[in-house]
């Protein structure tokens, strides 16, 4: 059968999988108060958050997801300006007219119509409680002794879904404002050498934080295995490996 046909069909039977380039995304759904939250992995640090009648994508970029395929967004948010986490590309497509796009100052030249968010802010959008919080660099750095991602530069989020509350670090180590997070359900934490952090920094981080699900990201070549064994005696934080590269 034609694979547009079976397509088709499988989407008026509501079972269509959601594809970036051929491949099934993998998806998980969080019970909340307010309803199923679906996280969709799309690759690296791209990821689409569906809540109730709301579409937020966090870092779109067309090299991991064919985003024509994938619902338009109501809320997108940047965590700052290298090209793996802001794509305009990314943006025209996802784009609506009633779209809110969210990031940091140094992220409008590529977003025009971008809201500022600094670290520390905190913001109703579309319904959603969320805060901008602090990804930086203490230990990484280039030759130049300049910081991959140099502190003020870049926005973590943590948003609120019903009662959960769901906390996507960026480009960041593990910072000393991460002990200030609280009452946080799923953290997504970057692993990989030399710009964000190594299997131990992610598990020092999550004991500090105490996720109940821990989702490492933004991870290349890491060894995810690294961190389930580095985590394996602290039960109380779940991590789940998806295709996140």
Not at 96 to 119: E, R, W
Not at 191 to 206: D, F, I, K, R, S
Not at 229 to 236: A, D, F, G, R, S
Request: net charge negative; charged share 25%; aromatic share 8%.
């Amino acid at each position: 059968m034609d694979r547009l046909v079976v397509l088709t069909f499988s989407l008026l039977l509501g079972l269509a999988p959601l594809l970036a380039f051929g491949q099934k995304l993998e998806e998980d759904i969080i019970k909340t108060s307010a309803g199923d939250l679906k996280i969709t992995f799309i690759g690296h640090a791209s990821l689409m958050f569906t809540f109730g009648d709301k579409i937020i994508h966090v870092d779109p970029v067309t090299d991991e997801g064919n985003y024509k395929q994938l619902p338009q967004a109501d809320l997108i948010l940047i965590t700052h300006d290298h090209y793996d986490h802001l794509d305009s590309e990314a943006l025209k497509i996802l784009k609506k007219d009633s779209t809110m796009i969210v990031g940091p100052a140094n992220c409008q030249s590529k977003a025009p119509d971008l809201k500022v968010m600094k670290n520390g802010d905190r913001l109703n959008l579309l319904g959603l409680d969320v805060e901008a919080v602090p990804a930086y660099n203490l230990v990484h750095k280039r030759p130049d002794g300049q910081p991959f991602h140099p502190r003020g530069t870049g926005n973590g989020y943590v948003i609120t879904f019903g009662d959960k509350r769901v906390y996507v670090a960026g480009d960041t180590e593990n910072i000393p404002e991460m002990k200030n997070l609280q009452n946080i359900d799923i953290a997504f934490l970057p692993m990989n050498l030399p710009y964000t952090m190594t299997p131990e920094m992610v598990a020092e981080a999550a004991r500090w934080i105490k996720p109940k699900v821990l989702y490492p990201y933004h991870y290349g070549d890491t060894d995810t295995s690294r961190l389930v064994n580095l985590l394996k005696n602290t039960p109380e934080i779940e991590v789940r490996i998806r295709r996140m590269k």
